[in-house]
């Protein structure tokens, strides 16, 4: 799972400042013109228009009234001079207008709508590539987004964007995966899994030798770790010297291993 606030998605903040609703949220001259073409000033489809507008451009994707924050539409309401209430606005949210404006919205921004077929397979594609070279959720999501953007489509919601790069990095390492099996011999892959499924093991170490911390270094010990070496070390005759994994992928299968390294035991 990857938190919003590690990404780039873009997103309204809680505590918004009074400079960041005069940069993001103030509708220019321009902005109030192009409203005035579709709708009167005194009615509720304009400003509801502009908070469209506004959100829309900052967000990527259109939201409902209740997920703006009220400073957002108070700021809105002043700058346009607006005497539109609160219901007034809701009633626009859930009209027919409200869904025409998202057209004209998407026309004014040259922006595409996201298809839940179409855009949802190019995100997948993006995805997949990202994931060949990048281990962390958040990057690969970062990298999605940035290809969205350039493409020039809306945002789906964020639970839909992580799914999918989730899923992506799931099929790559797998991919991965198999390809390290691959290289394996049928000695390799048999020793692999006799460590796999005993505790113990050939001589004396096993799973859970793997997975044990570091004792007091008494002379017993002491012994002990040194056979438990030179065990690890004629294991590493039964790998491949060349894994064929793009660097990062090898830090990752490298460096937490409980979490990536999976075998293959049908192989």
């Known amino acids: 799972m990857a938190a ?24 220019t001259t321009e902005d109030q013109r192009w409203a005035l073409r579709h709708c009167r000033r005194s009615s509720a489809s304009f400003l509801g228009l502009l908070v469209q507008l506004k959100t829309t451009q900052r967000l990527g994707r ?15 309401k002043t700058q346009c001079r607006s005497r539109v209430t609160q219901q007034d606005l809701h009633t626009y949210y859930t009209s027919g207008a409200k869904d025409r404006h998202v057209k004209l919205i998407r ?3 040259n922006i595409k709508a996201y ?15 990202a994931a060949t070279t990048k281990a962390a959720l958040p990057d690969i999501i970062n990298v ?9 489509y809306e945002l789906p919601a964020f639970s839909v964007l992580e799914r999918i790069c989730q899923a992506a990095r799931a099929e790559v390492n797998t ?3 198999d390809q390290l099996c691959d290289f394996l011999e049928s000695e390799s892959r048999q020793c692999i899994n006799d460590i796999l499924r005993s505790s113990t093991g050939l001589n004396g170490f096993g799973w859970s030798t793997l997975k044990n911390e570091p004792k007091r270094p008494t002379p017993r010990n002491i012994h002990a770790y040194i056979q438990y070496l030179e065990w690890l070390t004629s294991l590493q005759t039964l790998l491949p010297t060349d894994l064929g994994l793009p660097p990062v992928k ?7 291993p409980k979490q990536n390294f999976k075998i293959q035991h049908s192989k």
């Open 4 to 27: 919003i606030y590690q990404t780039a998605y873009p997103r309204i903040k809680s505590d918004i400042t009074e400079d960041e609703l005069g940069d993001i949220y103030t509708p």
């Open 62 to 76: 259109f939201v409902g009234l209740g997920d703006i924050p009220k400073p957002i539409i108070a700021h809105i």
């Open 107 to 109: 026309r004014h921004l």
């Open 115 to 129: 298809d839940a077929a179409k855009t949802s397979a190019l995100a997948q594609t993006w995805a997949l590539e």
């Open 144 to 152: 999605t987004l940035e290809y969205l953007v350039k493409e020039r």
């Open 175 to 177: 991919r991965y995966y």
């Open 250 to 256: 090898h830090q990752q299968f490298m460096g937490n």
